[in-house]
């Protein structure tokens, strides 16, 4: 097969101000499979410039994170390559050399302003109902920048940019989006607006992947782009998250959280990277459930969507049952003995191999299994049940009924040879024609309550598959009793 030119180049690059989000990594998603659909790079960049808002361990986070997923990146901070490094907090000199450059130009000075100043000036604008212009109070002569004081743009000419989004079209913004803009603030490092822009120069990034907030700063970027004389990326902008209800983005009262907190929960990493394409991106067809090389083979940017994407737990948790399916049947049941190790509980042997698919088809992440053992419901496997006679009885039958039934099952079982219980079809065929003669709750109900002491539980005849003849017909004997 022909190998595919490396012209595409992408990058994920968020700040380091606490956990990482969905959509932060359905953006990084986005630029990987873009990168990873046309044989080209993808970055990883770490904006730190906000320093009073980092939080520690939050560039551990991230990377942990999408490698959780296998988002894999090209060149990054761990990653060495042609641009290193990868942290913008190591690269102020770079920063420092552009901003030279349009300084050169006349397209840079040193803000003489104070703090209160500015302020002022924002109040008047507001006084006289009209928005806050910087470039309103630019100084008649631009003050020289000794790097003490912040760096702003100067903005040479008032027009209206129009450029094209491969999501959204063709796009356009007047005058009043431009501005005088902070490039370097008075701490030395760069603002955003300014940091990603030589960051995207240097790296050569073909495509910026990134959310609806962006795209009323546009203007001003290109504005930067036109003053250095570069001509700038294309730009990929995602539809937002919503909520589960639909009507504003997912936020914390919806439910956002801790990316890893999905890990923690017992999701798969090949779900959260199906589940997060699918939130604004259609292939087509019906098909839901895909591998991430078939998401590479699949995407395509005429196919991402502009309408917001709503979230669905139920959604997630169906998708990932269907993914946990995939796995063979000895992935899924180590899973789950580990799983219920960590939680004191050892499996073992023929008890292993019965209850594990038993515990399979009750749950849609691995989690569950932790829910399953706070709640007690996985006890009666390992206990005998203890439970009031009355709950025995199935609606408005009596204790006599429950015990006529309870003592003809006994009978049953007893006389049945050990092959009989290999399979719980078996076990059914021995119970089954009764239980429809005499009226299935009537039977099915106190045998039920009798072996797990649960209203709700895995059916009578699992239950005896798992239990065994022996464990089974002791606990039968002990509900008769209570019924004497």
């Not at 942290?87 to 420092?96: A, E, P, V």
């Not at 109902?129 to 000419?157: A, C, I, M, N």
């Not at 394409?277 to 839901?288: M, T």
């Not at 239990?467 to 209570?482: D, F, H, S």
Request: hydrophobic share 35%; proline share 5%.
């Amino acid at each position: 097969m022909k190998e595919k030119p490396q012209n595409i180049t992408t990058r994920f690059a968020p700040s380091p101000t606490g956990f990482l989000h969905v959509g932060g990594v359905r953006t990084a998603l986005y630029a990987w499979l873009l990168a990873r659909k046309n044989n080209g790079k993808f970055i990883l960049r770490i904006e730190d410039t906000d320093k009073a808002r980092e939080v520690e361990g939050s560039i551990e986070h991230i990377q942990k994170s999408l490698k959780w997923v296998g988002l894999n990146w090209d060149e990054g901070p761990d990653a060495p390559g042609p641009h290193d490094p990868y942290i913008q907090s190591q690269r102020l000199h770079l920063y420092k050399k552009f901003a030279e450059k349009l300084i050169a130009k006349g397209l840079a000075y040193a803000d003489p302003y104070t703090e209160e100043e500015i302020e002022k000036f924002r109040k008047q604008a507001e006084a006289d109902k009209k928005p806050f212009l910087y470039r309103e109070h630019r100084p008649e002569t631009l003050p020289e920048w000794d790097g003490h004081q912040p760096l702003r743009f100067k903005v040479s000419e008032l027009k209206t940019y129009t450029w094209t989004d491969l999501v959204w079209g063709e796009l356009s913004a007047g005058p009043e989006a431009l501005d005088d803009f902070i490039l370097i603030k008075s701490d030395g490092y760069p603002t955003y607006n300014f940091a990603h822009i030589v960051d995207d120069i240097d790296m050569g990034v073909t495509h910026v992947v990134r959310g609806q907030e962006f795209i009323s700063s546009t203007p001003k970027f290109l504005s930067v782009y036109e003053a250095l004389g570069v001509q700038p990326p294309h730009f990929v902008t995602t539809p937002p998250i919503m909520g589960a209800d639909g009507k504003r983005k997912l936020g914390k009262r919806d439910g956002a959280k801790d990316f890893m907190d999905y890990e923690k929960e017992g999701y798969l990493p090949d779900t959260m990277i199906n589940f997060l394409a699918f939130l604004g991106f259609n292939p087509g067809g019906e098909k839901e459930i895909f591998t991430r090389e078939e998401l590479i083979e699949a995407f395509d940017l005429n196919k991402v969507q502009r309408s917001g994407a709503q979230w669905s737990d139920d959604k997630l948790d169906w998708m990932n049952k269907e993914h946990m399916k995939m796995l063979s049947e000895k992935e899924r049941n180590e899973k789950i003995v580990e799983r219920l190790k960590i939680l004191g509980i050892d499996l073992e042997g023929v008890m292993s191999e019965k209850l594990c698919p038993i515990i399979f088809d009750r749950i849609s992440k691995w989690g569950d299994i932790d829910t399953f053992v706070a709640e007690g419901e996985l006890d009666y496997f390992f206990n005998a049940p203890e439970y009031e006679k009355e709950k025995l009885i199935w609606k408005d039958s009596n204790l006599a009924e429950a015990k006529k039934h309870l003592e003809y099952v006994t009978e049953i079982l007893e006389k049945s040879s050990d092959k009989n219980f290999d399979s719980v079809e078996k076990i059914k065929t021995l119970i089954f024609d009764y239980a429809t003669l005499q009226g299935r709750g009537n039977v099915l109900w106190p045998l039920r309550v009798a072996l797990s002491g649960k209203e709700k539980s895995p059916d009578p005849f699992t239950l005896i598959y798992i239990l065994g003849k022996m464990e089974t017909l002791a606990r039968a004997e002990k509900a008769i009793k209570k019924l004497d």
